[in-house]
């Protein structure tokens, strides 16, 4: 069998090979020799990534701080590996699911949040219907399905143990901390320029926000594991250093978002400990909710229209900061100009909003020239720079309520296990996934990065941790009974 199996590819090889050399004299490209190649190595990787999809599992944890975005096209891009084998990864367990219905977790079909996250996900194929652009809506959905299964569905089966949970926190913390040593090293060069800042972070991360917000997140769980690690261990001053250099980079990071989501986080573990994150969060969802009427009601938004000419980019971190907190920094005063854009859009279709991956095409009749900066033409392509409003632009009243309450629900979730759970090292996880979870909605408030392959795969990741702490819980209580 194996010898009839060989002779197929070898003569099938050939055959490739010859129409190959043929096409070569019609084409003259030598990228049609690769055909031959894929078609003998494809079977090999295949097998091996059926076999072994949860060693494709770390792979992608390694990969996530080290991918980069990579240009196929003007108009098509990819981060490169990492959404490449999200999308392979997906596809294998989607195979696996279909041959073996028990590799997926049942458990997931009870979780209240599962069912409301499949809500959400509903409610997002029915807004990307009625979109104006329904491609790239439809691609919005689809990106989002190859995050939700490999970082909410797969950690589930496979982080099963204390030591697989640390194992995955060293294969994310470890590139993370080379990627930051380098960086730092770079920025030394520079002179830790704030001006410079961007080249030091290529190829890595297209700007200092994304970096920085990565590098505060998974502070959290170096933290952590400082935490877990024994007295005696010699790994505890290893990781002790390693946190101190974090810390540092975050400073040259200068990244305001990322600085206030430290204070957050900081802030956050403490009304976990006491337990007030209900009260707390619903404080501030009656803040959010006053000062937002206040802003629309007889346009009172207007009154933060910028002065054109003294809206400018500062290359003095100093000046940078002074201008932040007199409102004549460039870079708040175009959020500004694109949150009006952003009401706006959501008075004209309050329902099913404009279709997710559409604010970019759709803000520009819904700006205010009152609003408008030097840097307004956005030659980025970047969206709202506020997450929640961005949902509420684009997915309309529903598909911003359903995102809240799954955000919500996970950290009311996250407030009741960690009050019942026993076990120590599940506690400091629960803990943990809280502080992370609140330190990306402190960044979301200012950038909009949940759709980024760096934040988020973490948000994500966030709600897969969930189930997977649900789950220890609920053996704890069998336990005792």
């Not at 599992?57 to 490449?84: K, M, Q």
């Not at 346009?299 to 003294?310: E, G, L, Q, V």
């Not at 700006?367 to 409003?389: C, G, K, M, R």
Request: a positive charge; aromatic letters at 18%; charged letters at 15%.
């Amino acid at each position: 069998m194996f010898f009839r199996k060989a002779t197929y590819q070898y003569f099938t090889t050939a055959i490739l090979f010859f129409v190959c050399i043929v096409s070569y004299a019609f084409f003259q490209s030598a990228y049609i020799f690769i055909i031959p190649f894929v078609w003998i190595l494809f079977p090999f990787a295949f097998d091996f990534c059926v076999k072994r999809t949860h060693e494709l599992f770390w792979l992608l944890i390694v990969a996530l701080p080290l991918s980069t975005e990579l240009n196929i096209t003007s108009s098509l891009g990819i981060d490169f590996p990492d959404e490449f084998i999200m999308i392979l990864l997906t596809g294998l367990v989607l195979v696996k699911i279909l041959h073996q219905p028990t590799f997926f977790p049942n458990e997931l079909i009870k979780e209240p949040l599962f069912l409301l996250l499949c809500c959400m996900m509903g409610w997002t194929f029915i807004s990307a219907c009625f979109a104006d652009n329904t491609t790239l809506s439809l691609k919005f959905f689809l990106a989002r399905i190859w995050f939700i299964i490999p970082f909410v569905v797969v950690p589930k089966i496979l982080l099963q143990s204390q030591s697989s949970i640390k194992k995955f926190a060293l294969l994310l913390l470890i590139p993370m901390g080379l990627i930051v040593m380098q960086i730092l090293v770079r920025q030394a060069f520079y002179g830790f320029s704030f001006v410079d800042i961007k080249k030091a972070m290529n190829p890595f991360f297209r700007n200092h926000v994304n970096y920085s917000s990565m590098l505060v997140c998974l502070l959290a769980p170096a933290i952590a594991m400082r935490f877990l690690t024994n007295s005696q261990n010699k790994y505890q001053r290893w990781l002790t250093v390693a946190i101190l250099i974090g810390f540092v980079a975050l400073f040259f990071s200068y990244s305001r978002g990322a600085w206030v989501a430290l204070l957050v986080g900081l802030v956050f573990a403490l009304l976990m400990k006491w337990g007030w994150v209900k009260k707390t969060i619903a404080i501030s969802l009656m803040v959010v909710i006053g000062a937002s009427t206040w802003l629309v009601v007889d346009h009172h938004f207007m009154r933060f229209a910028p002065d054109h000419d003294h809206t400018i980019f500062h290359t003095d971190f100093s000046e940078h900061i002074a201008a932040t907190v007199t409102l004549k920094d460039v870079s708040n005063a175009e959020r500004f100009y694109r949150w009006v854009a952003g009401y706006r859009m959501f008075v004209e279709r309050p329902v099913t909003g404009f279709g997710p991956n559409n604010f970019y095409s759709t803000y520009r009749p819904y700006t205010i020239n009152a609003f408008q900066t030097w840097v307004s033409d956005n030659p980025e392509h970047s969206t709202i720079h506020n997450y929640f409003l961005l949902t509420l632009a684009e997915q309309g009243i529903p598909g911003l309520l359903l995102f809240a309450m799954l955000w919500i629900g996970m950290l009311f979730r996250l407030q009741y296990l960690y009050k019942h759970l026993q076990n120590e090292f599940y506690r400091t996880v629960t803990l943990c996934v809280a502080v992370v979870l609140a330190m990306i909605a402190s960044i979301n408030f200012m950038s909009d990065m949940i759709e980024t392959d760096k934040i988020g795969s973490l948000f994500w990741l966030c709600l897969g941790f969930v189930f997977i702490i649900n789950r220890k819980l609920a053996e704890e209580y069998r336990s005792i009974a």
